[in-house]
């Protein structure tokens, strides 16, 4: 059954929290806090370059300081952490944001847990991944899970009672997802199943999901036949596939072969426009969150 307008519109949705963010940002204005956000990037990775300009350039846009302190491939984990150390007691930024993926021989954990908990914007200090678990709403969740969510419940999708099938179990998206919607509250209370590389029969997983998130990082893995008449299907998947004909010789797809999906779904994110910017909206949204903490104090 094709559905023309079953589109989630991530972009829209996003523009919505952000104008709820820079309300925040005025009001903070005027008891003299502005929020302030800072980066740090670790080697030469093309697709953390772009990230980090697309967060940049929105903090600009409304109004956060921001800073990005890119360091060499050949930084060592002691350099870092002492970057870290450093800003974590910088009082002009609220947030402080490490782009994963690092290089190899950076001890990722031992870098996320060396962030101030009340800074760890990302959500990624076992602290805040702690208090997620606990459905402690005092913690930052993880932005994409956390944007995956809003995009569900500002799209008037109820969640409850759902069955949610998620593909994927990283600690950024696929693990968060599934404490998110297990939780025993109000915008959560699903069943979940998470599926991996060592799931058995995943399409008949994914066949049951009412509400199927793909966040595995592999190219159009999810068909048509994998996916129940009327589910809601969101992609958080960017994968570089060749292409000849693009300038830059790729091209970049998601975890669902969207077009033959799409008619069978009563909803589905597209991508790019879906999930993407409810990620930075989460972003923009925790560090405003970092500051009104620190205004309080
Ligand atoms: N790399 C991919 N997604 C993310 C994210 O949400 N935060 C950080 N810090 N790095 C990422």
């Known amino acids: 059954m094709a559905n023309k307008d079953n589109l989630i519109d991530g972009k829209a949705i996003a523009e919505q929290i952000h104008a709820e963010t820079r309300e925040e940002i005025e009001r903070l204005a005027r008891v003299g806090t502005r929020p302030g956000l800072v980066f740090v990037r670790v080697g030469d990775d093309p697709a953390s370059q772009v990230y980090v300009g697309m967060k940049e350039k929105m903090c600009r846009r409304l109004g ?3 800073e990005t302190h890119a360091l060499p491939a050949s930084a ?4 870092l952490l002492s970057l870290i150390d450093r800003l974590n007691r910088d009082e002009t930024f609220h947030g402080i944001l490490v782009q994963a993926p690092l290089p190899k ?3 990722a954990s031992k870098v996320y847990s060396a962030i101030r908990p009340e800074k760890d914007v990302d959500g990624f200090h076992p602290i805040n991944m702690g208090k997620l678990l606990l459905g402690d709403p005092s913690g930052f969740a993880p932005c994409t899970p956390a944007g995956i969510v809003e995009l569900l419940v500002r799209s008037g999708i109820e969640i409850r009672g759902k069955e949610a099938v998620i593909l994927g179990r990283g600690n950024i998206v696929g693990k968060p997802m599934a404490a998110l919607l297990m939780q025993k509250a109000p ?4 069943t979940v199943t998470v599926c991996h590389s060592r799931t058995r029969n995943i399409a008949a997983h994914c066949r049951r ?5 793909a966040a595995m990082g592999v190219a159009r893995f999810v068909k048509a036949d994998m996916v129940k008449e009327g589910a809601v299907v969101v992609d958080v998947g960017v994968n570089r596939v060749d292409d000849p004909q693009a300038q830059r010789g790729y091209r970049l797809v998601g975890d669902v072969d969207f077009e033959a999906v799409r008619p069978k779904a009563a909803r589905i994110t597209p991508n790019p426009g879906g999930v993407g910017p409810m990620t930075i909206a989460m972003l923009m949204k925790n560090t405003v969150r970092a500051a009104q903490a620190l205004a309080r104090r």
Request: aromatic share 0%; proline share 0%.
């Open 105 to 107: 021989g950076i001890d």
């Open 76 to 79: 060592s984990e002691a350099e």
């Open 64 to 66: 956060i300081h921001t």
């Open 187 to 190: 915008r959560a209370d699903a």
């Open 209 to 213: 999901a009412d509400i199927l998130i």
